[in-house]
């Protein structure tokens, strides 16, 4: 199977600083990846889809200058948490489907980043 | 609106029974993924499928299309299935997914 990467796996960090996530396709080339969050007992949400080459594309209600997303490269893809404050704190998960290969839009999900903003 | 639901939220069995997962969802959804999430937080896709029956194993992965429904089985449970199943609809046209609200699987020994 595909494997898909995510640095750090778990980050504390003040109020008011930034943070950046990174998320690695390492086996495939990913055009599209995906940034989830993930609260206590509950489901993901999708946060945005970053785009290689292109804009990200953000789910309603979420804020484009607070979570800058940037897919500089066909297999690495960084979530920014800027001016991150308590209400962050949660497990950022990305995914990325391996769509050159069938089956197509299988998906492959890193392990996660635990952010922890005090 | 496009929406995956699960049942049941909690399901805790004895080891080696059989397990039932089900998942409904809207129109406008293309194929169901089936994940597995361990304590950890890592997420494993088990199944994608948009007809008919995959099998992986003890898992089992069933769709009815016309019913808008799936389901996830596992035969001869083993406590090292606990874990959280969430059922995933994959949006019509797109890759990204709708998720369910995850059912949380524990298997005593």
């Known amino acids: 199977g595909a494997v898909v990467s995510q640095h750090p796996s778990r980050v504390i960090c003040k109020s008011g600083t930034s943070v950046k996530i990174e998320c690695r396709s390492l086996?495939?080339?990913?055009?599209?990846m995906f940034w989830y969050r993930q609260f206590p007992k509950q489901s993901l949400m999708l946060m945005a889809t970053?785009?290689?080459?292109?804009?990200?594309?953000?789910e309603q209600g979420v804020e484009k200058d607070k979570f800058l997303i940037n897919h500089a490269s066909l297999t690495l893809s960084t979530l920014t948490v800027t001016s991150a404050h308590p209400e962050d704190s949660s497990f950022y998960i990305c995914?990325?489907?391996?769509?050159?290969?069938?089956?197509?839009?299988?998906?492959?999900f890193g392990p996660g980043t635990r952010l922890t903003v005090l | 609106k496009n929406e995956v639901e699960q049942s049941p939220q909690n399901l805790t069995a004895q080891e080696g029974e059989f397990i039932t997962i089900n998942c409904s969802y809207s129109?406008?959804?293309?194929?169901l993924h089936w994940l597995q999430q361990h304590p950890g937080g890592g997420i494993v896709s088990l199944f994608m499928?948009?007809?008919g029956k995959k099998k992986h194993g003890r898992l089992i992965a069933t769709i009815n299309i016309q019913e808008k429904h799936s389901s996830l089985h596992i035969t001869a449970s083993h406590p090292r299935d606990s874990a959280v199943y969430i059922c995933?609809?994959?949006?019509?046209?797109?890759?990204?997914?709708?998720f369910g609200q995850g059912t949380r699987l524990t298997i005593n020994p």
């Open positions: 129109v406008g959804i293309s194929a």
């Open positions: 086996d495939f080339q990913a055009t599209t």
């Open positions: 970053s785009n290689e080459g292109s804009k990200a594309t953000y």
């Open positions: 499928l948009s007809s």
């Open positions: 995933a609809g994959q949006i019509q046209g797109a890759q990204k997914l709708v």
């Open positions: 995914s990325a489907p391996k769509d050159s290969v069938f089956p197509y839009n299988e998906q492959f």
